[in-house]
């Protein structure tokens, strides 16, 4: 996993949005792992470096977007995977392009299912979640609530 591009030491305005981590995933078996870690030492650096709040549910529901998200490019895409992390506002942007251009679509909910569930979770703690299909592939963003909700809700947003 090699960075393309980052925002520079102690890099980026939070509030042009300018803060942010690119990075290209080569696919190989441990890459999930270290987008996670990735997606760690970000909001970390974005609590030291900037000052910004972030909570515990963010760190937990970001890892898990990410984990998801990659691991649904790798299993479904050829080639390789970007990753961007990025601040806007009060939120963390997570967003993931992989070559294949078939948009995800969530499944009907099942309990008998065995797995796939992994678009479901997604969207479930996400404040947005979007897919745009590219001139190659496809980008989907979701957008995690950095501070817990103060009305308690575990996703940061109000339910459906």
Request: glycine share 10%.
């Amino acid at each position: 996993m090699d960075p393309v591009e980052s925002a520079p030491e102690g890099g980026g305005d939070v509030m042009s949005g300018a803060v942010q981590d690119i990075v290209a995933l080569d696919g190989d078996s441990s890459c999930i792992a270290q987008a996670r870690h990735r997606a760690v030492d970000f909001l970390t650096r974005v609590q030291t470096e900037h000052g910004l709040p972030v909570s515990q549910r963010a760190m937990d529901f970001t890892q898990l977007v990410v984990s998801e998200l990659v691991t649904n490019a790798r299993k479904y895409a050829p080639g390789p995977v970007m990753m961007e992390l990025r601040i806007n506002g009060d939120l963390v942007e997570v967003v993931v392009w992989d070559s294949d251009p078939a948009l995800p679509v969530a499944r009907a909910a099942d309990a008998g299912r065995v797995g796939q569930h992994g678009l479901e979770i997604v969207m479930a703690v996400c404040q947005g979640f979007e897919v745009q299909r590219e001139p190659v592939g496809k980008r989907i963003t979701a957008r995690i609530a950095l501070l817990d909700d103060p009305g308690g809700m575990p996703s940061g947003r109000p339910p459906l």
